[in-house]
């Protein structure tokens, strides 16, 4: 079947109001997880819709919460999710970030009791419609080992970056420190599919392509045949999100993909910077445009963003092709 990306956001939005979510909080979610779907992410996109619903039906999730700053200091910020969907805290987070960084040059701003991010650098957009720079780290429920262990103790934990052009599309990274993102084997295991060696391990320790396995197990950090430096930055992030700003370790969370659990608190984290406090915005769009230039040198350079970019506009006109079977999961 296909839906108009409105159309999409009003039927994600009334699954998510009829399993407990306030209308706000729904609405937002909606939107981020259209956007998701739109950018060819379905792993963040509109197969989390069941998932949340399950969550705010079974309490893991507060749908009345409502997102607030509850520590602020100079370009330091603290909002408190409530216990809520992650989306209305992140919201109010950047913009609070972006309007600090306006009077201080750069603003923190972390998320406390908070849930699933879903695409990290989606919440950044707003800082480059402003004309700043934006990073997020974000951790979840455990897993990932630290480096030379075997049980799961960090969360997949991504980074997401957003730097402005311009006259074009920002620049946008958005990774996973895990070799893969946890929602991606989450859908092979759904579809009783195989995964790639070098991706998981299971209970035991041991490597494994069967994806189910792989989520009782835990997900290999980026690097992890060669290096300890993807579980070294996973590290970095997760103290980043929990001891700086106060929100949960994932060891300490239910996982994301179990109905029944805690509410998970963990953290997100915010930096916006301006470059007019730094080199000068004129200063920093030419640097930028001058890096872009040599990298387009060579045939094949793919500038980040650039394809969730065109699947976005093409959504935007087209809208998306959505199995009716996914629409009925949702209640």
């Known amino acids: 079947m296909r839906l108009t990306l409105p159309d999409l956001r ?35 996109g509109l197969s989390r819709v069941a998932q949340y619903a399950t969550h705010l039906r079974n309490g893991r999730v507060d749908g009345s919460a409502v997102a607030r700053v509850v520590r602020r200091k100079g370009g330091a910020i603290v909002v408190d999710a409530g216990e809520g969907l992650a ?41 480059a419609a402003a004309g700043m720079v934006g990073l997020g780290f974000a951790n979840s429920p455990a897993a990932m080992p630290a480096a030379g262990g075997r049980h799961a103790i960090f969360g997949t934990n ?14 946008m990274v958005d990774l996973s420190l895990s070799e893969v993102a946890r929602g991606k084997v989450a859908q092979a295991a759904k579809a009783g599919q195989p995964i790639p060696p070098g991706w998981a391990v299971d209970a035991q320790g041991r490597p494994t392509t069967d994806a189910t396995a792989a989520l009782d197990g835990a997900m290999l950090p980026i690097g992890a045949a060669s290096s300890p430096k993807g579980a070294m930055l996973a590290l970095t992030v997760e103290l980043l999100v929990t001891a700086l700003i106060g929100a949960r370790f994932g060891f300490e969370a239910s996982s994301f993909f179990v109905d029944a659990g805690n509410r998970p608190g963990i953290g997100q984290a915010f930096v916006v910077v301006d470059p007019a406090a730094l080199a000068g915005r004129d200063a920093y769009l030419d640097r930028v445009e001058f890096l872009v230039d040599e990298m387009m040198k060579d045939e094949g350079v793919r500038l980040p963003g650039a394809r969730r970019e065109a699947l976005r506009r093409r959504a935007e006109t087209e809208g998306l092709e959505v199995a009716e079977a996914l629409l009925a999961s949702w209640g």
């Not at 600090?100 to 991010?117: L, P």
């Open 87 to 127: 989306f209305p805290a992140c919201e109010l987070a950047v913009g609070a970030a972006i309007a600090a960084a306006r009077s201080h040059g750069v603003a923190f701003a972390g998320v406390v009791r908070s849930h699933h991010a879903g695409v990290l650098v989606d919440h950044l957009r707003p800082a």
């Open 10 to 44: 009003a039927r994600v939005q009334a699954a998510l109001t009829s399993a407990g979510a306030s209308p706000g909080m729904a609405a937002n979610a909606a939107r981020a997880l259209v956007l998701a779907e739109a950018q060819g992410l379905g792993s963040h």
């Open 158 to 171: 991504p980074v997401a970056a957003i730097f402005p052009r311009r006259g074009a599309d920002a620049l």
